[in-house]
């Protein structure tokens, strides 16, 4: 989940120069692409093949790895779609929600949310936390970070592997932008 948390500077950068950020991002995610799909062939890449093994989960285990391709795509999709704020609270979403609802749902989580393909109440709670905090930590607003909050930790309780990580952004981004536009 570190991987998943170093998403979220990217709000920061694009903050200073968009494009850049966005060169940057794709051209992180071609370079893990282009080594994971060597290391799928047995190949080794200095150092990206041992922290993708060190990171990878047990079903990734043997595969191909895709998450932290889906963690770049959603990123630049939230820029791409978004304005700031709401690019921002997307990205932040991905990067802190995603993150957080899986290591609580994994300590914590003894009761699963049916439907979800495991999720927790745990991890989504801690999930619909952590996005309030930076939504209204953005907007300012609590009465539209609860929204947003709603909406990320539904749309991150959907059983959608690694696609979350564009599903989350994307529909976080939409729903923020809307809602933000609403109240400005």
Sequence with gaps: KAIH?????????????TPATMILVASGTLLYTIAEFLRSRGHEVFLISRITE?????????????????????AMLALMLYPDPAAAIAI?????????????????????????GGKTYAGSFACFLVVLFVAY?????????????????????????????IIVPVGTGFIASQLIAFVG
């Design 5 to 17: 948390i170093l998403i979220a500077a990217v709000p920061f950068l694009a903050a200073i120069n």
């Design 54 to 74: 060190l990171a990878s989960r047990d079903r990734d285990r043997g595969h191909f790895v895709l998450g932290p391709i889906t963690l770049g795509i959603g």
């Design 92 to 116: 932040l979403a991905l990067a802190f929600g995603d993150s957080i609802s899986s290591l609580v749902g994994k300590l914590y989580g003894y009761v699963t949310i049916p439907f979800t």
């Design 137 to 165: 930590r953005v907007t300012g607003n609590l009465n539209l970070s609860i929204l947003i909050s709603i909406a990320a930790t539904a749309l991150e309780a959907l059983p959608t592997r690694d696609l979350d990580n």
